[in-house]
Each structure stands twice: as structure tokens, then as C-alpha cells.
């Protein structure tokens, strides 16, 4: 079967990093994206990988290995603002997108 | 451009009604989702369309249909509501396939069936 698996919740602190982790089997890989959604709202797209290593867009950067089937989200910088929850999606051998339930992160003062 | 948009926001259905999603898009996308989330699960992919009059089943079709007439509109029908179709609704849309198929998303449709 195919599986996406990432915490279902996670604190931080304004002002600090977080990672976010993301580990995957699926049949066959296209690529994994990030989507932020804000509670009541739309998913809205973060970044892709499709190869390994780090991809960085300002305070947020995503990393792939594709031999352990493993992405991360860092988030830097953290702003009030970053309270959503985090979709890991992976784009299978027929190029349709498998979704995680998503990380819900918490940003404390 | 106003994106996806999906009509009504909202909606309560008793069971055993039907009603009918609107999604439409102005980005001249070739294809089209519907997606329901419910609490501690990722999207599942309910319909998809890759092209004007087609469609196709994803993981979870069962109770749902779809019709494609127009390229800007992808419409999503239960026709027999039940307790377990309440969920929200969202629709999406994609450029083209391929590896990077970003998909654009509605705002969605908090569906209720009592």
C-alpha cells in the first residue's frame, strides 16, 4: 500500500526553527510537495522536490532523499503567522498525489 | 484572475438528498480534482478530469459523480447524501501532468448530511 506518515502536531517558539518530517512509500516517485493550510482555509503550495537535497525559499527550505524515502520542512524564523498545518504530498507512478494527514504546528510567543 | 472557486461554502443535506459542487477555474488548467478531507486524514482524491469530457475515479469514489462539460468547470454530484459523505470538499486544478503538476485549490465546501 502506499503510506504518507508525518506528526500529527508539533510546538514552537516565534522566533526559532522547526523541522518538519516526512517519511513515504509509495508505488513509484514523481516528486513530493509541501502545501501550507491554514485552519478554514485552502491548501496552498510550499515547495517541490524531485531530486535529493535542499531546495531553500527564503525562511523555508525543504530536503529530499529519495533512497530513504524521507523530505523535511524547515521553517526559520518563525512568525505567528506560520501557525497552519503542513500537507506532504507525493506524486506516485501514475502522477497522482498522495496525501500525510498533515502536521499541525503551533507557534507559541 | 479569481482562481478556483467553488459554490456554496457551505451546506446541510438530510440523508437521502442530493445536491450538486460547482467548481470553476480561470487558468485554463487541462485538469481538475475533487478532493474530501475529514480530521486525522490526508486528501483523498474522489474524481479527476484530464481534459474536457473526461473523467476518471480516484480512491474514494464511491457515492459521488462528476460531469466535465467545460473546460472551466468541473461539477461534483452526490445523489443519495449519507451521514458519511459529511466532510469538506475541495476542488483543484493542475497546468498539465507530469512530475511537476502544482495543483491550485478552492476554498472548499463544508458539507453536513444529518
Known amino acids: 500500500g502506499q503510506n504518507i506518515d508525518q506528526p500529527t502536531e508539533m510546538t514552537a517558539t516565534e522566533g526559532a526553527i522547526v523541522q518538519i518530517n516526512c517519511t513515504y512509500q509509495?508505488?513509484?516517485?514523481?516528486?513530493l510537495f509541501w502545501y501550507q493550510q491554514h485552519a478554514g482555509e485552502a491548501p496552498t503550495f510550499l515547495s517541490y522536490n524531485v531530486l535529493d537535497g535542499l531546495e531553500e525559499k527564503g525562511r523555508f527550505s525543504s530536503f529530499l532523499s529519495r533512497s530513504k524515502g524521507y523530505s523535511y520542512l524547515l521553517l526559520k524564523e518563525l512568525q505567528m503567522k506560520d501557525s497552519a498545518s503542513y500537507l506532504c504530498a507525493v506524486s506516485d507512478s501514475n502522477y497522482q498525489l498522495i496525501w500525510g494527514a498533515g502536521t499541525k504546528l503551533i507557534i507559541k510567543p | 484572475n479569481a482562481g478556483v472557486t467553488q459554490t456554496p461554502k457551505f451546506r446541510v443535506l438530510k440523508t437521502g438528498q442530493s445536491m450538486t459542487l460547482l467548481c470553476a477555474q480561470d487558468m485554463n488548467h487541462e485538469y481538475m480534482y475533487w478532493y474530501r478531507q475529514d480530521p486525522g486524514m490526508g486528501l483523498r482524491l474522489i474524481h479527476y478530469s484530464v481534459g474536457e469530457g473526461t473523467t476518471a475515479k480516484g480512491e474514494v469514489p464511491d457515492g459521488y459523480n462528476v460531469s466535465r462539460l467545460k473546460k472551466q468547470n468541473f461539477l461534483l454530484g452526490l445523489e443519495s447524501a449519507a451521514p458519511s459523505q459529511t466532510s469538506v470538499y475541495f476542488c483543484?486544478?493542475?497546468?498539465?501532468?507530469?512530475?511537476?503538476?502544482?495543483?491550485?485549490f478552492g476554498p472548499g465546501t463544508r458539507l453536513t448530511v444529518l
Open positions: 483543484a486544478s493542475s497546468e498539465r501532468e507530469g512530475s511537476y503538476n502544482e495543483q491550485f
Open positions: 509509495t508505488s513509484g516517485f514523481n516528486g
